[in-house]
Nanobody, 115 residues
C-alpha cells in the first residue's frame, strides 16, 4: 500500500533552517509528481511546493527564494529545504502524492519557528 513518512520537523529560531524528508513506498515514485503542504492552527491546508516527475518545481509566493523542493528517485524520497524561517512558517507539514487511485498524505511533521 501507499506510504508516505515525513521526518525532520522540530523547533527552530527565526532565521534558521530545517530540512524535511518524505520517504515514499507502494507506487512508482519516479513517475509521480510530489508536493509539500502545510496547515497552521485555524487555517486551511495550503500548497507549499511541488515537483514534477521531470523535476519542474513550483512554490507558494510566501516561500519563494527561501524553500527548495527536491527529489531523489533512487531513494524514493522528496525533500523540502527550508531556509530563513519565519514564525509564520509554523505549521504541520504534510507530504503529498497525487496518484491515479487518489490523493495520499503522510502523517505530518510539526515545524515550529519561535525564539
Amino acid at each position: 500500500q501507499v506510504q508516505l513518512v515525513e521526518s525532520g520537523g522540530g523547533l527552530v529560531q527565526p532565521g534558521g533552517s530545517l530540512r524535511l524528508s518524505c520517504a515514499a513506498s507502494g507506487f512508482t515514485f519516479s513517475r509521480r509528481a510530489m508536493a509539500w503542504y502545510r496547515q497552521a492552527p485555524g487555517k486551511q491546508r495550503e500548497l507549499v511546493a511541488g515537483i514534477s516527475s521531470g523535476g519542474s518545481r513550483n512554490y507558494a509566493d510566501s516561500v519563494k527564494g527561501r524553500f527548495t523542493i527536491s527529489r531523489d528517485n533512487a531513494k524514493n524520497t522528496v525533500y523540502l529545504q527550508m531556509n530563513s524561517l519565519k514564525p509564520e512558517d509554523t505549521a504541520v507539514y504534510y507530504c503529498n502524492a497525487d496518484l491515479v487511485t487518489g490523493m495520499y498524505w503522510g502523517q505530518g511533521t510539526q515545524v515550529t519557528v519561535s525564539s
